[in-house]
């Protein structure tokens, strides 16, 4: 509907009835345009207006100023539900009984939603582009952003994985065994992201797991405590944890071997260790 009134307004069409068929109304201003010259940039131009009337509102404020864990959840949640995110937003806790029971889908653009990338300004124009061209209206899009924000709001303010993970890169590289492991974080976004950046794959993975508290919180205090007994047992054996710094390639060639030995990088380099050892002559003591 937007098109067709800017065509009116913009080309002098004088506007018919109502159930006028949309298809009479382009075909009038393809007549208009290939008649007069100053037209060419129209498309151009009609578009701009689209999507400034989308943002007008100041619904999609918060993608400009959110920060990267914010953008990170945003984009996965809204890839899992892109075929009813106003649904998947929609629980008691967050909006009245009427408007549960009577909301309609809302379809978030699958074109705008196609791809995963790393980069904080694409994943920013991601999730504007997904609304934009989404067949919401600005009312359902300015409802379902309202939603989202308050949604994150209460994820955020969670700190406990947050402040669990460090730096620390066993203790990073640990968690994300124990949980793919355990069959959690399978997720093939979450896969990619930790490819990555593994600490915010973590952290991004439980704040997807908001959907659902109990499972959360379980799985928090079973990943700490296994996480304790880990280390108690290391220390019993004489294993110390190390932490050293490699290069992106080498990082990832040491995360691909691992991936296709089916071992941890703890395992993997030290049987590297032990085979080139074994190479030079050094006598290994178990």
């Known amino acids: 509907m937007f098109y067709i009134n800017y065509l009116q307004e913009n080309l002098g069409i004088k506007k018919g009835s109502l159930l ?20 060419s940039d129209l498309a151009k131009k009609m578009k701009k207006a689209f999507i400034n009337s989308r943002k007008e509102n100041g619904a999609l404020d918060w993608v400009k100023e959110a920060e990267p864990r914010f ?25 009245d009984r009427p408007n ?8 978030i653009s699958e074109k705008e939603l196609n791809d995963l990338s790393l980069d904080i300004k694409r994943i920013r124009e991601e999730i504007e582009n997904s609304f ?9 899009v300015e409802d379902v ?18 402040k669990w993970i460090t730096d620390n890169e066993i203790q990073i590289e640990w968690a994300w065994d124990y949980l793919t492991y355990q069959h959690f974080f399978r997720d093939r976004l979450l896969r990619f992201l930790a490819k990555s950046d593994k600490k915010q794959a973590l952290i991004t993975g439980f704040d997807l797991l908001s959907e659902n508290l109990d499972k959360k919180d379980l799985l928090i205090l079973n990943m700490k405590r296994a996480w304790s007994q880990k280390k108690f047992r290391d220390k019993k054996s004489g294993k110390k944890p190390y932490s050293i710094s490699l290069t992106e390639t080498a990082k990832g060639m040491l995360d691909e071997l691992a991936d296709r030995k089916g071992m941890r990088i703890n395992e993997l380099v030290e049987t590297l260790i032990r085979e080139e050892g074994e190479r030079y002559g050094f006598e290994i003591k178990d």
Not at 100 to 106: A, D, L, N, T
Not at 132 to 140: A, L, P, Q, R
Not at 145 to 162: A, F, M, Q
């Open 71 to 95: 953008l990170y959840w945003a984009l996965i949640f809204m890839k899992k539900h892109k075929k009813d995110i106003h649904g998947a937003l929609s629980r008691p806790m967050l909006i």
């Open 145 to 162: 952003n309202k939603l989202l924000v308050e949604e994150w709001l209460e994820i955020e303010s969670d700190k406990r994985i947050v």
């Open 132 to 140: 934009i061209f989404s067949e919401m209206s600005n009312t359902e």
């Open 20 to 39: 006028e068929e949309p298809v009479l109304i382009f075909q009038r201003a393809d007549e208009k345009i290939a008649s007069e010259r100053g037209h």
């Open 100 to 107: 549960r029971v009577g909301r309609k889908i809302k379809t």
